[in-house]
């Protein structure tokens, strides 16, 4: 099989250096390979670049005539490690396109003298600057860490990254382990998978041990003679190797427990959506490092219950949900002031199937109807409250419908949860709780006083949960105390919708940018504020999303009792402030009058965010102009929230 084309040179890989016009010293200058494309040639000087100071012995650049896909292939030595660097291109069957991705195998050689030599930073920068952003950890599943990934830089449209060690500590200890990352592309979601071998060797067992089909969690699709016609045709290229994983391999990570790796690891069955990888770094105990990207094995998928889901937060929540791979999310609502338009909405945004995300239509007071969706979805194995009233002033009307509903609902959820043995609780609480400030900022240990029955629902839910962890300490609770979330999804396709008039300042000042309310209403500035007017911690909706998201992760990594936790951004804004900012977004100013103060209100309440930077490793980062932006851009595209023109047109009538 012929290599690819370079115009004019030779493949004679003797004269590979000579023929290719390059200088085989440690510094190899790839411009001049004619046969490269920029992107191409930029990887291999990134790669290089990384070694340039440590390099042992002369870089070898050839052409390999066994594979026709091959553009560049480059090995040179650092200290006792070999590394060869590969760049292939991939038949892109939709475009016909060569899209260009790395598979460096660095391989250490005979023994270390100590195992500090091994120069893990430099895998890790190489992964990094070759092929994909890696974030930080965010948490343990079945004791596997698990790590989000993303495609970073110029390198986004890399598609294979290998790297892996073997290390010889001693004839009687081989150990050398290979994870393979593969990251396949294609349109549909169908089309995207990814397929992770992860090999250990002992002594006495064989590199050339087969695996039958089927075993260890492998595709019966993948033969030993490689990837399927169907893989292939699919656009997708598959580079893989086989061998046994025992049932029970133990091994350290850096700085973490120990972990199992077990036999049925290999293979995530879901499909992901685009660029939506996640990446296992396993750093072993025997003298040896491996940097491994793989998927989630299905025996890692969490299934979460999310009460209230369709509504304004739940469904910013479903959707950070949905973006890892490892969730699936069971949506319970009643509809009274949400839609289920929000729900697919997030599907669409996602890209994910009936399978991740379902919903029932059911109100938490319906015994029988909530044990029906748990015994449906027994793998529900977590869940997040959101539902419930959440009006200030109708709570004071109507109180005994708020002890009803948040109250009533909230306990027969906890009894049916406890039958169920799910114990990992997120529970939305409000900043309400803690009335009016004694001092700011609010830290969580400040006293509780609710003003209202809205407020007073949270506060004695907060008690329950209290109670329930007192009782038996199995249950695993974070209460999450926000303060006023504002805002909706970059993409303007989901956002807050409140039922009739907005109880809230910033929905309200979005329907008179659009003109369904004539002006807004300004109560008090006669505040000792910097402007007169009230000052309150405003969150972007995304970030308390991801704040949710945070104690999840939390709550399946450690054992955290009942704790309440503040979700804010530590700072005040003004409402003439947020005006003056959605004028910004708008390009007009917002009609506004002064009006009295109304009873209740207070000058300043913000948050202490303290705690949940330590605890949940989350911090707010977007601000007003994003939060005012973000608004407009749901608003103006949806102007009568999730109802469609004829539907309002219909009500008019």
């Known amino acids: 099989m012929d290599p690819p084309e370079c115009s004019g040179h030779s493949h004679d890989h003797e004269h590979a250096g000579d023929d290719l016009g390059l200088s085989l010293r440690p510094q190899i200058d790839l411009d001049g390979v004619s046969c490269l494309n920029e992107e191409v040639a930029g990887m291999g000087r990134s790669i290089l670049k990384l070694h340039e100071d ?89 004791g596997t860490i698990d790590y989000p990934l993303r495609p970073a830089g110029r390198f986004q449209n890399i598609l294979s990254l290998t790297l892996f060690f073997e290390a010889n500590q001693a004839a009687e200890d081989d150990v050398a382990t290979i994870v393979t990352f593969v990251g396949l592309k294609g349109k549909g979601s169908g089309q995207k998978r990814m397929v992770v071998e992860a090999v250990y060797e002992s002594q006495g067992m064989p590199k050339d041990h087969k695996v039958p089909d089927g075993e260890y969690g492998m595709s019966a699709g993948f033969g030993a003679d490689g990837p399927t016609p169907f893989i292939r045709n699919s656009g997708f290229y598959v580079s893989y190797r086989r061998y046994t994983i025992p049932s029970a391999t133990i091994i350290d990570a850096s700085n973490f427990e120990k972990v199992l790796i077990s036999n049925t690891c290999s293979r995530r069955e879901r499909p992901f959506s685009s660029f939506q990888f996640v990446v296992l770094l396993l750093l072993s105990c025997s003298a040896k490092v491996t940097f491994a990207l793989a998927a989630a094995p299905r025996s890692q998928q969490r299934t979460v219950l999310v009460t209230g889901g369709a509504g304004y937060i739940g469904s910013h929540t479903c959707l950070e949900l949905l973006s890892i791979p490892t969730y699936n999310v069971v949506v319970v609502d009643n509809l009274d002031n949400s839609s289920e338009e929000s729900l697919r909405r997030v599907a669409e945004l996602t890209g994910c199937d009936s399978n991740r995300l379902v919903f029932r239509n059911c109100d938490l007071r319906d015994k029988q109807s909530l044990q029906k969706v748990l015994k449906e979805f027994p793998e529900i194995d977590s869940c997040i409250h959101f539902a419930g009233l959440k009006a200030v002033g109708e709570s004071v009307a109507k109180p005994l419908l708020y002890y009803d509903c948040n109250i009533g609902g909230t306990v027969n959820l906890l009894q ?57 300490e199995t249950w695993n609770v974070l209460i999450l105390r926000y303060f006023n979330p504002i805002g909706a999804h970059s993409s303007g396709r989901i956002g807050e919708d409140p039922q009739g008039i907005p109880n809230n300042l910033m929905p309200f000042i979005a329907q008179v940018c659009v003109g369904r309310r004539e002006k807004l209403s300004v109560f008090g500035d006669d505040y000792e504020t910097p402007d007169g007017t009230g000052v309150r911690d405003y969150i972007h909706v995304v970030d308390l999303a991801k704040g949710h998201v945070a104690a999840l992760e939390k709550l399946y990594t450690s054992d955290v009792g009942c704790k309440a936790v503040n979700l804010g951004t530590g700072k005040g804004v003004s409402v003439l402030e947020l005006v003056e900012g959605m004028g910004r977004a708008t390009g007009k100013p917002v009609p506004y009058e002064i009006a009295p103060r109304r009873p209740g209100d207070v000058a300043s309440v913000y948050a202490d965010p303290k705690m949940a930077q330590e605890l949940l490793q989350w911090k707010a980062e977007l601000g007003v102009e994003e939060m005012c932006q973000d608004t407009w851009r749901w608003q103006s595209n949806n102007p009568h929230g999730y109802k469609v023109e004829q539907e309002v047109l219909q009500e008019q009538s």
């Open 54 to 142: 440590r390099l042992t012995a002369e870089p070898v650049l050839r052409s390999q005539e066994d594979d026709p896909e091959l553009l560049l292939y480059i090995q040179f030595t650092e200290a006792v490690t070999v590394f060869s660097i590969a760049v292939r291109s991939v038949s892109n069957n939709n475009n016909n396109d060569q899209q260009p991705y790395a598979a460096a195998a660095p391989k250490t050689l005979k023994l270390f003298p100590n195992r500090d030599d091994l120069d893990f930073d430099t895998v890790r920068e190489l992964a990094a600057d070759a092929t994909l952003e890696l974030l930080p950890p965010e948490h343990f599943v079945d």
């Open 416 to 472: 049916q949860l406890d039958a169920h043995k799910v114990k990992r609780f997120v529970f939305s609480s409000s900043a309400t709780v803690y009335g009016e400030p004694e001092m700011l900022p609010l830290r969580e240990e400040a006293r509780l006083q609710a003003t209202n029955p809205y407020g007073r629902t949270k506060l004695f839910i907060e008690e329950i949960l209290r109670d329930c962890h007192a009782s038996d």
